[in-house]
């Protein structure tokens, strides 16, 4: 009987492991995306945007999916993960092209990634923890994440960034990026914290 039991136990604990994985590998694939979709852009009066806005905040939401289901060292461990892979994702698309790779064409997108997701995750740890459910804040939360991916992305872009429109295209990004968040702190309030 004590065997069984301890079988059961191990067997769970294997699956809660690769269960783990899935979400990584989730979040890696959706980074991996928008890193692809970042030179995709449609023209919005007199800029252009890039179609990667549109999945910042499922970047977001999916971190803040983990930190929920799987707890805040599940959630540093995805961002991690996402965040090579990013890199490595660049670095073999680059070689396979032909332009070579230099570290310096990716670091803005990779430090606006993992800086804002830390950020976002510790806020939404503190909120889960010290707080009631809020849809304003949970919101907030997302905005702000959002607002420190863009100012670490413009640091280490300035030069290439058309000054001219930068302010009204970064407004129209976070604009469209809160109606798309939106929906999903409304989902994201309705998911229970834990397994």
């Avoid at 999945?55 to 991690?80: D, R």
Wanted: net charge positive; hydrophobic share 50%; proline share 2%.
């Amino acid at each position: 009987m004590k065997k069984e039991n301890k079988l059961k136990n191990k067997k769970k604990t294997n699956l809660e492991y690769e269960d783990n994985w899935i979400y990584v590998l989730l979040l890696s694939a959706v980074v991996i995306l928008g890193e692809s979709l970042k030179n995709y852009t449609f023209e919005l009066e007199r800029f252009s945007l890039t179609y990667a806005l549109f999945l910042l905040p499922i970047i977001y939401f999916l971190t803040n999916y983990i930190t929920k289901k799987k707890g805040y060292k599940k959630s540093i461990l995805a961002i991690s993960i996402s965040g090579i892979a990013m890199v490595l994702f660049v670095a073999i698309m680059n070689i396979c092209v032909g332009r070579g790779f230099e570290f310096s064409n990716v670091v803005g997108d990779f430090c606006g990634y993992i800086i804002s997701q830390l950020i976002n995750l510790t806020i939404y740890q503190f909120l889960l923890d010290n707080t009631k459910p809020n849809f304003i804040l949970i919101f907030l939360t997302y905005i702000f994440a959002l607002v420190v991916y863009y100012l670490f992305y413009s640091l280490f872009y300035i030069t290439t960034l058309n000054v001219d429109t930068y302010w009204v295209a970064y407004f129209t990004t976070l604009i469209l990026q809160g109606m798309l968040i939106m929906p999903l702190v409304f989902i994201d309030l309705h998911i229970k914290r834990g397994k």
